[in-house]
């Protein structure tokens, strides 16, 4: 009993030193938008929120549990497995949630299909007939001789309606004064290009998708350095373009190899 507990306990302890790694997603529903989706990894606590496409990143390991809410679709768990993190895209369709009705209790007097007897069983509600203070014809004849002032004939002078030049000068020259404020642009890691790669993409992408030997990584990451946008794309929320970026830089970095 002893051995087994223990050993059960270092699986337990062995589990918890392996390192989460970026896997990414793509939510999908039959002809539903798919976006803002809630999606969180109960093993580790965090929370992500899908884009408008359904598409997520969450940082995860085998065994992991993720748990996708949303008020349009009905909550669903997945199991991560060793096979999510080999793959491109982790698809999870959610079925859209349906709103039960309220329950129709039918009482004694249910309609038989004779007109007679059911409006015997069932009380009628005539509402009372309210008579306008004025007749159509007095209406008619007051309307006749009415002449009320019409705003846009030339000589209203009414202030209302009338251009107000003073007021839109004003706003010419404020919007003259403010400045826009450069947007601040955020980084997810301050370290250099190579490492913070690697600490948002896992190794199974360079070996599985990108076909890269696990000694050339770094090569490889270096040469994508080089191009003038490689920085700009470890901003927040830019996970997607980074992605494609690596893509792209492999064709650039195999013919380059064969010059």
């Known amino acids: 009993m002893l051995v087994t507990f223990s050993l059960f306990l270092m699986q337990v302890c062995f589990a918890q030193q392996i390192p989460r790694e970026l896997i990414r997603g793509e939510i999908v529903a039959d002809s539903i938008g798919v976006g803002n989706i809630n999606i969180t990894n109960i093993s580790s606590g965090k929370l992500v929120i899908s884009d408008e496409k359904g598409e997520f990143f969450m940082y995860a390991r085998e065994k992991d549990t993720l748990l996708f809410t949303s008020q349009t679709f009905d909550a669903k768990r997945i199991i991560v497995t060793k096979g999510d993190f080999l793959v491109k895209v982790v698809r999870v369709k959610l079925q859209k949630y349906i709103n039960p009705l309220d329950e129709v209790k039918v009482g004694a007097h249910s309609l038989t299909g004779n007109l007679e007897k059911d409006e015997k069983n069932f009380k009628v509600i005539t509402f009372p007939v309210i008579k306008p203070e004025i007749s159509p014809i007095a209406i008619y004849t007051a309307d006749a001789y009415t002449s009320p002032e019409n705003t846009l004939m030339p000589g209203y002078n009414d202030p209302r309606f009338m251009v107000n030049f003073m007021q839109i000068g004003r706003r010419y020259l404020r919007l003259g004064k403010s ?25 199974n992408f360079f070996l ?20 003038t946008k490689a920085r700009s794309l470890l901003e927040v929320k830019k996970e997607l373009e980074l992605i494609d970026f690596l893509i792209q830089k492999k064709k650039d970095y195999d013919l380059s190899l064969k010059e």
């Open 179 to 203: 400045k826009p404020k450069p947007e601040k642009i955020i980084f997810t890691s301050e370290k250099i290009f190579q490492e913070a790669v690697r600490d948002r993409v896992s190794d």
């Open 208 to 227: 599985e998708v990108l076909k890269i030997k696990a000694d050339e990584i770094g090569l490889f990451l270096s040469f994508c350095e080089n191009d």
